[in-house]
């Protein structure tokens, strides 16, 4: 789980290194897994023969707010026009959210699904400071002034920008009407991008984007409750099972003998031997059900491992017993997890640091935690299958503090963006899966006629922007029907200028 970054201590042994992190920090610790959940996502459709695209890369201002600060970098973007109708034919413009961008290209397959039908060009851009896109190059993480210009805000005018000059410099593009796509960030940079630039984007299609995780816009602990649900909906005794583990292992973790127990019945690379390591395992494993619940997909996809159609059901057979002893439960805990990290069975032990490996977009998503993107999250272990653990603005900032030299701003994204007051925007669509955590802070009514929800029932984590898939419900062929709709409307309406 986790922060990431936020609050990280590298024990000294190489290797065998714990991540110790502070389990106050959820926030960035979930929002970490979001990106690498998307990112790591290796299926691609098997309607597509897979993306080709071109690779070009735009001189951007690092600053684009201020004036003394006059350096650029070199962001990356991808094109395909294979499908393009120009002149005048559509752009679907990819907010690249926390990642490298090639993956969000790979893995949004309905874009690429629906170029053809719409004969429109796609243009995937990369985030700055992730992937190829890095302000200062290799010093771009090394201090807090390095890293001052990775905001949304910065990587919105960046979109902007590159939009303007590649309208004017593509031949036929001079009239295409633009549309923003994205998922999980990528959807909250979608919905944004269309807020503040509506001049430069007809339309935006957001996707599980959870734009209300702020402040207390949504109540910090529904998050957790979606993932209970779909844990309580995929078996009997699934998440009683899942609640009652953690006082197992608080007794167990009591002696060395039982620390030596759990050790070895979970296969851990590393032994645990402090209260720190427990810590760090039951993080890991919270963070191993809430990835489950993102990636709850009704067909098999691949992940950290390739995992089955809807794994909670898989994950649910072993845990029909919550009322069983201690040693027992924690076995069927085992045999569950092991679903999510060996379902291929060539794991030779679990890494309670896996889910944590320091890449570069993982610690983006950290600073961006830490200042902006505040997210707070909480559980109760009663409305909830998880350990009990409130939301402490103060901790959060302090371990932010610490690992970045900054401190958050947790009311400045409803400031910028609104918060709920946002029925004076137009044309956009949110569309959440009811089996995804991120809905918790998704907009699952629409505030007015052009700024509509869409709730995909059968969904996790922007599903409808996966490739078509002959598993999908029938729920997710409606939204992306919809959607397409919608985004025919919208090239419409710009084209006689009329609603
Ligand atoms: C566990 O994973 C971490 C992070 O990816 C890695 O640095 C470490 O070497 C791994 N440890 C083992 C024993 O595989
Ligand atoms: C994306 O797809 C391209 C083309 O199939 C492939 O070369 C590239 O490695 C993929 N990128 C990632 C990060 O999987
Ligand atoms: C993964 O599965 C294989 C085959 O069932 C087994 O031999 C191995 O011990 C498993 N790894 C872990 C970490 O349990
Ligand atoms: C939204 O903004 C308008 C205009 O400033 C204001 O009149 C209204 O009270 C606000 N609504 C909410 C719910 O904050």
């Known amino acids: 789980m986790v922060s990431l970054g936020v609050g990280r201590v590298m024990a000294s042994l190489p290797g065998c290194a714990f991540l110790a992190w502070n389990l106050l920090l959820l926030s960035a610790a979930h929002s970490v897994r979001l990106s690498r959940q998307f990112g790591s996502a290796q299926q691609y459709g098997s309607s597509n023969p897979g993306p080709s695209y071109e690779t070009y890369y735009f001189t951007q201002q690092v600053d684009h707010f201020g004036f003394y600060e006059d350096a650029t970098f070199k962001q990356r973007y991808l094109v395909s026009d294979t499908y393009w109708r120009k002149p005048g034919g559509p752009i679907l413009f990819y907010t690249g959210n926390e990642g490298d961008i090639t993956l969000f290209c790979n893995n949004t397959g309905f874009m690429w699904d629906v170029a053809e039908e719409m004969g429109a060009m796609l243009v995937f851009a990369e985030h700055r400071y992730y992937g190829e896109s890095m302000p200062f190059g290799d010093l771009a993480f090394s201090d807090p002034k390095h890293l001052n210009y990775l905001t949304s805000e910065q990587a919105l005018a960046d979109f902007a920008v590159l939009l303007r000059y590649f309208k004017a410099t593509t031949e036929g593009a001079q009239n295409s009407p633009v549309i923003a796509l994205g998922g999980s960030y990528g959807g909250m940079l979608a919905a944004w991008f269309r807020m503040k630039y509506p001049d430069v984007v007809v339309g935006a299609i957001a996707s599980s984007a959870p734009i209300w995780q702020f402040e207390d816009l949504v109540p910090c602990n ?57 810590a760090v395992f039951k993080g890991w494993l919270s963070e191993t059900w809430v990835s489950l619940a993102m ?11 390739p995992l089955p159609a809807w794994p909670i059901q898989v994950v649910c057979k072993f845990l029909k017993d919550p009322k069983s002893g201690d040693k027992d439960l924690l076995q069927d805990i085992f045999q569950a997890v092991n679903v999510y990290y060996n379902y291929t069975g060539d794991t030779p032990c679990l890494n309670t640091s896996q889910t944590a490996s320091g890449s570069l977009g993982d610690l983006g998503w950290s600073y961006q935690a830490c200042t902006e993107m505040v997210m707070p ?123």
């Open 222 to 278: 529904e998050y957790y409750q979606v993932v209970t649900n779909d844990f309580k909906k995929s078996g009997p005794g699934c998440s009683e099972s899942v609640r009652n583990s953690w006082a197992a292992i608080n007794r167990m973790a009591e002696t060395t003998d039982g620390l030596q127990w759990l050790s070895n019945a979970f296969h851990l690379c590393c032994p645990l031997k402090s209260k720190e390591d427990v």
């Open 295 to 305: 990636v709850d997909y009704p067909y098999p996809a691949s992940f950290l491992e």
């Open 377 to 499: 999250f909480c559980s109760d272990g009663v409305s909830d299958m998880f350990e009990p653990q409130s939301w402490d603005l103060q901790a959060f900032s302090d371990e932010c503090y610490k690992q970045w030299g900054v401190r958050p701003r947790g009311s400045w994204v409803t400031t910028v963006y609104g918060g709920k007051n946002i029925s004076s925007h137009s044309n956009i669509i949110f569309s959440n899966g009811g089996l995804d955590p991120w809905s918790a802070g998704g907009v699952k009514e629409s505030l007015s006629d052009s700024l509509l929800a869409v709730l995909i029932p059968e969904g996790a984590h922007h599903l409808d922007l996966r490739s078509n898939n002959a598993d999908d419900p029938k729920s997710v062929l409606l939204a992306r029907s919809l959607e397409v709709e919608y985004m025919k409307k919208w090239i419409a309406q710009a084209r006689t200028g009329r609603d």
